[in-house]
T-cell receptor
Framework: GAVVSQHPSWVICKSGTSVKIECRSL??????MFWYRQFPKQSLMLMAT?????????EQGVEKDKFLINHASLTLSTLTVTSAHPEDSSFYIC??????????FGPGTRLTVT | QQQVKQSPQSLIVQKGGISIINCAYE??????FPWYQQFPGKGPALLIA?????SEKKEGRFTISFNKSAKQFSLHIMDSQPGDSATYFC????????????FGTGTRLTVIP
């Protein structure tokens, strides 16, 4: 299957700072990228959908000013958690979809806000 | 409102046995049904997927059975192995729009030696 990478794999930051997470599709062009959040032992919660070159579409209840998403190219999307707080601590996972149905996930980023 | 309902929540199977996980949906506009496998601390990995025009798809030890009239689909893992111990998620997506996935709640599978 196709490969999606995420960086960093884990990050610890102080409350009030911002953190940027990168998601890259390594061997295919991603027309759409998705960002999810996952709490322990729970399912994936879709945060936003982004298409290359256009603004992201956020799910209800997700603060777009707090979770900034940029899909600058067909292989790169970034999620910036601004002014992070301890309640933002979570496992963030991106996925990428090309022209076909298959959606491939990155390995995830564990964010801990102290 | 959970668009895709998954059961059981957890499953324990003996090595060599068959693991069966079930999912049900309501929205008849769904037209793509993948299954994902997730190990702790990792992202989900696409296992196998099916479209509504076929009733069964098999890849190695993994089989999806699809019942369009009942709006149900299931994952069968034959000859289950301890290495299959993971959380499995079913999902569904629509024909149109962003094609984002609607996930089930997950099934934690444990295969005991």
């Amino acid at each position: 299957g196709a490969v999606v990478s995420q960086h960093p794999s884990w990050v610890i930051c102080k409350s009030g700072t911002s953190v940027k997470i990168e998601c890259r599709s390594l061997d295919f062009q991603a027309t759409t990228m998705f960002w999810y959040r996952q709490f322990p032992k729970q399912s994936l919660m879709l945060m936003a959908t982004s298409n290359e070159g256009s603004k992201a579409t956020y799910e209800q209840g997700v603060e777009k000013d707090k979770f900034l998403i940029n899909h600058a190219s067909l292989t790169l999307s970034t999620l910036t958690v601004t002014s992070a707080h301890p309640e933002d601590s979570s496992f963030y996972i991106c996925s990428a979809k090309g022209w076909l149905d298959e959606q491939y996930f990155g390995p995830g980023t564990r964010l801990t806000v102290t | 409102q959970q668009q895709v309902k998954q059961s059981p929540q957890s499953l324990i199977v003996q090595k060599g046995g068959i693991s069966i996980i079930n999912c049900a949906y309501e929205n008849t506009a769904f037209d793509y049904f993948p299954w994902y496998q997730q190990f702790p601390g990792k992202g989900p990995a696409l296992l196998i997927a099916i479209r509504p025009d076929v009733s069964e798809k098999k890849e190695g030890r993994f089989t999806i059975s699809f019942n369009k009239s009942a709006k149900q689909f299931s994952l069968h893992i034959m000859d289950s192995q301890p290495g299959d111990s993971a959380t499995y998620f079913c999902a569904a997506s629509l024909k149109t729009g962003a094609n984002n996935l609607f996930f089930g709640t997950g099934t934690r599978l444990t295969v005991i030696p």
